[in-house]
């Protein structure tokens, strides 16, 4: 496939004083589908015979012979979006605040569960229109408590609204002997996008003295639904992990420049929560991909 695109961006920035600056940007950007979405139809990699998602297929024989088969026409276009910021930052030397709002409108959004393949199973599409749009802050704040010892606090909160505009989404519909008679459309304008979360939140305190650095971190992420319907039986929970990380640098110890060690500790409270998931027409059911219960890591760095 060949894609041309123009993605003209424009912006200012306005500095009232040394401290703060005030900004504003306009820009369009288009993307071309990436391999998956034109291959991935919930069939499973090892199913050899599954045709892309094209609609259209022309044999082409060398000698008599079958050479390769040329797609055209695929089912998921180019997705569009126009994006506009506005946001306000603030600088000093033991502080930093940045505001951000933010409000992009796609046209053709790539999207799950869209169309239906021959044998009725979900296949990718686009939505004619959906809104993204949000406020995302961040800020960091540090201290220093004597000569060596710092403490720093630093994160970033997003509120976000991620809908539909205009989407029709499309599914089969089947006899009792399972064998597709037509199919119906489904009007999801004003839903909200499967796999968005609302929230998206982290905030970090780390504290440096000498050759060490240690840092807590939590990180809370919203309710997602699994698919665009907005059943509330088929979403992902809004969850809080937390995570430690510590390390120590020993300097010119043993005649090596440089030892450090580092220790990871992932999920530290050992909560069970999901990452991610999709809803399955055919099953009726949801499934999960589950993250991971707490785990260590160490690390050891040698500069010789």
């Known amino acids: 496939m060949d894609y041309l695109f123009f993605n003209p961006k424009f912006g200012v920035n306005y500095n009232p004083n040394e401290h703060m600056n005030i900004f504003s940007n306009f820009s369009v950007a288009n993307l071309e589908p990436a391999d998956y979405d034109l291959y991935d ?6 199913d050899l015979g599954v045709p892309p998602l094209f609609k259209k297929s022309n044999p082409v024989y060398h000698q008599g012979e079958l050479a390769y088969i040329e797609w055209k026409d695929p089912f998921v276009q180019p997705e569009r979006v126009y994006d506009l910021e506005v946001g306000v930052g603030y600088r000093r030397e033991k502080i ?6 933010y ?5 053709n959004e790539i999207v799950s569960y869209s169309q239906i393949g021959d044998e009725g199973e979900p296949i990718k599409g686009n ?5 993204h749009r949000g406020v995302e802050t961040e800020f960091a704040l540090s201290q220093s408590f004597s000569k060596n010892f710092l403490l720093i606090v630093n994160g970033n909160i997003t509120l976000s609204q991620n809908y539909f505009n205009k989407f029709t989404q499309f599914e089969a519909i089947y006899d009792e002997d399972w064998h597709i008679v037509g199919n119906r459309s489904i009007q999801f304008d004003g839903n909200t996008i499967a796999g968005f979360p609302g ?3 982290l905030i970090r305190f ?4 000498h050759g060490m650095l240690a840092y807590f971190q939590w990180q809370t992420s919203g309710k997602q639904y699994l698919d665009n319907s907005e059943n509330e039986d088929r979403t992902i929970s809004s969850f809080d992990v937390a995570s430690l990380h510590v390390s120590y640098d020993l300097e010119n110890h043993i005649g ?4 450090k060690v580092s220790l990871w500790i992932n999920n530290l409270f050992n909560n069970k929560y999901e ?3 999709y809803y399955d027409s055919w099953t009726v059911s949801n499934y999960f991909y589950p993250a991971a219960r707490r785990n260590v890591y160490f690390g050891l760095t040698i500069s010789l």
């Open 275 to 277: 990452l991610a998931g």
């Open 41 to 46: 139809i919930w069939k499973g990699p090892d």
């Open 127 to 131: 939505a004619e229109s959906t809104v």
């Open 206 to 209: 780390t504290l440096q003295r």
């Open 256 to 259: 090596l420049r440089g030892i």
């Open 96 to 101: 930093r605040l940045n505001l951000n709002a």
């Open 103 to 107: 409000y992009m409108h796609f046209a």
């Open 199 to 201: 929230l998206q939140s």
